[in-house]
């Protein structure tokens, strides 16, 4: 369930090439619903040339530092054209000198650590579902001036919420100022930003795949064959890859107004999301896919050519709210619970270059002169990764006031070991550097102690999954606050390295 900011989904643990068109609920204005993923401004012209929004999800990056064949999950905050990325507390662009989203994350649960390299999922997933997503929670109030000037700062916090087996609820959240700092460099964006503006839904679902592996050979005729590394999707009993499950958008209805109304005064929220403010959009067959093998072509540049994707996986909605892939033509696991996609294809030559494919073809129909069945593909050697490490000067947001217990270590799935401390939550690095003043990091220390209080991490946030299993997250990230810090006290990682053998 990728949830709101936007909006929520269930994505299965898998590569997921979908391209969706989505559309604005019937009967519902546009400005009413929070979710999407671009800050389209809703009543003003929008900027031109301008792109910011929430990312993220689960996957592999070329700055991951401790990989492993299990995804990871990272938060993914784009400041305007990419000139700031937030990918979680205490990652992102730019350096401790000079952050450029390395503090535009706050931790909220004092019951889930995050790793500076990404939250990891429980090693061996294969499958199950990971909800996740993001709500608008009323943690912060707009103000009139940023860094001194004349600019406002909206109050939209950009929650993170998860359904998990081990974790259910708030995790973490883009901090506003991460998003009006741009404003203060670029002073017609004033109002027209994710820290003001609610989200556009009307956005395609996408996956990004990245690079995989691909070996080119030609025979003695002169026709060309490909051979890529082996690629696996989820398998389920009828042969289906669900990769994407319940959709949804949301409007101030389902948890904002009772949410406010509770810091306000009033009864306790209960977190549960309102399925009045919800809308699950539902799916059609159809989609695309943009796989292409690149081959070199003149001078420095490359051709790319598509892959003939339909040939062997038909894209169709398996339900309503559920969408994946139908596949043939393909080799299935041991276990039975994964299929291998073709690895080895034949160019075949359109009328126009525009209209080559590669069509895959049986290993037995590649001629053995092209070598490419003896290639066995192994894993990259590459020496070890540079820890993670956050500043130590005693004058550092880190250091100044500092952690209230410590330090900790986690020792993950990944291979890493991370050391942790706790932090009152007002203190936290992230929102020492997010421009607010003594008094505004207090009144957000109340209203999160009263989240703690309430919202416990087994209960249900967002709507469960109408079949199938839940994912659970690595279990070392399930940490228990220390005696008399279970409440307004948030764990947070100062550094990240391989565990020494």
């Known amino acids: 369930m990728f949830a709101d900011c936007i909006k929520s989904r269930t994505l299965i643990l898998s590569l997921c090439l979908a391209s969706l068109s989505a559309f604005t609920p019937a009967g519902g204005r546009r400005d009413d619903y929070l979710a999407g993923y671009l800050i389209v401004p809703i009543k003003d012209k929008a900027p031109k040339d301008m792109y910011s929004d929430i990312e993220g999800g689960l996957g592999w990056w070329r700055d991951t530092r401790f990989p492993t064949e299990t995804p990871k999950f990272i938060m993914g905050g784009v400041g305007p054209n990419f000139s700031n990325i937030a990918n979680g507390p205490a990652h992102g662009w730019g350096t401790w000198e000079e952050p450029r989203g390395l503090y535009g994350v706050a931790q909220l649960s004092p019951w889930v650590l995050f790793p500076i390299d990404g939250l990891n999922v429980k090693q061996g997933t294969n499958g199950e579902l990971f909800g996740y997503g993001y709500l608008n929670l009323p943690l912060c109030q707009p103000k009139a001036r940023t860094k001194g000037q004349d600019i406002p700062t909206g109050g939209n916090t950009w929650t993170l919420f998860l359904n998990t087996e081990n974790f259910k609820g708030p995790l973490a959240f883009f901090l506003p100022h991460f998003f009006s700092q741009s404003v203060v460099k670029q002073p017609a964006l004033a109002g027209q930003l994710l820290d003001t503006r609610p989200s556009d839904p009307n956005r395609h679902v996408q996956m990004e795949t990245q690079y995989i592996p691909c070996r080119l050979a030609t025979d003695a005729k002169g026709e060309q064959y490909a051979r890529i590394a082996p690629t696996q999707f989820p398998h389920d009993p009828s042969g289906k890859s669900i990769l994407l499950h319940q959709d949804t958008v949301y409007s101030h209805t389902a948890l904002w107004d009772t949410v406010d109304a509770w810091f306000k005064g009033g009864p306790p929220a209960t977190g549960s999301i309102d399925v009045k403010g919800a809308f699950r959009r539902p799916y059609t067959s159809g989609g695309s896919s943009s796989w292409q093998i690149h081959s070199p072509g003149e001078g420095n540049k490359e051709t790319k050519t598509s892959i003939a994707w339909p040939s062997f996986a038909k894209p169709f909605a398996i339900d309503e709210e559920t969408y994946g892939y139908q596949f043939s033509s393909t080799t299935l696991s041991q276990n039975g619970k994964l299929q291998t996609i073709p690895e080895y294809f ?156």
């Open 346 to 501: 034949h160019l075949e030559r359109g009328k126009d270059p525009k209209q080559d494919k590669w069509v895959p073809v049986p290993q037995t129909e590649v001629p053995t002169e092209t070598h490419l069945q003896e290639i066995q593909w192994s894993r990259p050697e590459e020496k070890p990764e540079d820890p993670y490490l956050t500043p130590t000067k005693p004058t550092s947001s880190f250091k100044k006031p500092g952690p209230v217990a410590g330090p900790f270590k986690a020792h993950l799935g990944d291979g890493s070991v991370v050391t942790y401390y706790w932090y009152r939550f007002a203190d936290q690095p992230a929102l020492l550097n997010a421009d607010l003043s003594d008094s505004e990091r207090e009144e957000m220390q109340r209203k999160v102690e009263k989240i703690h209080r309430t919202w416990t991490k087994s209960k249900q946030y967002l709507a469960p999954p109408k079949f199938g299993k839940l994912a659970s997250l690595d279990p070392a990230q399930i940490v228990k606050p220390p005696k008399s810090y279970e409440i307004g006290y948030v764990p947070i990682a100062t550094k990240q390295e391989l565990e020494k053998k």
